[in-house]
């Protein structure tokens, strides 16, 4: 099999685990390029080339999260996972992969070790065996059973549940920018779950909210103060991002000055992620 056969067939399946390990788009796009490099490396006789460059994906990707998890601890304000545009995908892909990609699940699994991430995204997620994925992370099955159904119970209780109904979200998103961008505070409290949240991720590098906000009233007022300071001039534009409905807000020559994603139930806006630091942004431009 040639090498291009081997990636034409493999790297998005590989993107899809890294990328969901990771949270980032870049990282996740060297830690698939490495897995290729190796094969090409590689003289030794592969019997099934998926299991091989799954196996040293998994690997890398545990190996760059243990070293990640200091700097996400010292990161200036929220972290929150790269966000990754979705509206170009195959609108066939499985649900359960749509399901987790977004971002608030995403979240979650960073109170995983990245031994708990790999092994419950390689079985519960891919669907892979206990057995294979016991030997793509070098650990016995009763280990890796042991492992996923410990990261399990963590999620069962913080796994976050959203509208799939992609017509409805939309509504919710259409009237949110709407409200927002005119400065309705009572249009916007119409459309916001009296439990919602806000989160905003600038990273230290651009200005943003610091500290997560909760509850209507004050998440309400957040929204209309940070529309007053967009110049009439910029734009919106309606994206899916994250499998989710989103918008991105740009600047007069075009660039991104922000990512809205909003995580829609019942028809109405139950959380928000603002991300706001440029190294984030650069995919979706």
Known sequence: ??????VADNQRRLFAIAYRMLGEVGEAEDAVQEAFVRWERNDGPVDNPEAWLTTVVS????DRLRSAQHRR????????????????TDP???????DSLNLAFLVVLEHLSPLERAAF?????????????????DRSPAAVRQVAARARSHLTDERPRYDHDTERRDAVTDAFIDA??????????????????????????VKAVRHPQH????????????ARLYPPSWTYETRELNGESAFTVHRDDGSIDSAWILHATEGRVAHIDVL???AKLASLG
Request: glycine letters at 10%; aromatic letters at 6%.
């Open 1 to 6: 099999m040639t090498t291009d056969q081997v």
């Open 59 to 62: 690997r890398v990707c545990v």
């Open 73 to 88: 601890e010292t990161y200036v304000g929220p972290w929150l996972p790269e966000p990754l545009a979705t509206d170009t």
């Open 92 to 98: 066939a892909d499985d649900a359960a992969l749509a």
């Open 121 to 137: 995204l390689l079985h519960d997620v891919f669907g892979y065996t206990h057995g294979e994925v016991a030997a793509m992370l």
């Open 180 to 205: 927002a961008a005119g400065e309705d505070l009572d249009a916007l409290m119409d459309v916001l779950a009296p439990d919602v949240a806000f989160v905003s991720d600038g990273g230290g590098v």
């Open 215 to 226: 509850g209507a009233a004050r998440v309400g007022q957040v929204i209309i103060t940070l």
């Open 276 to 278: 706001r630091n440029p």
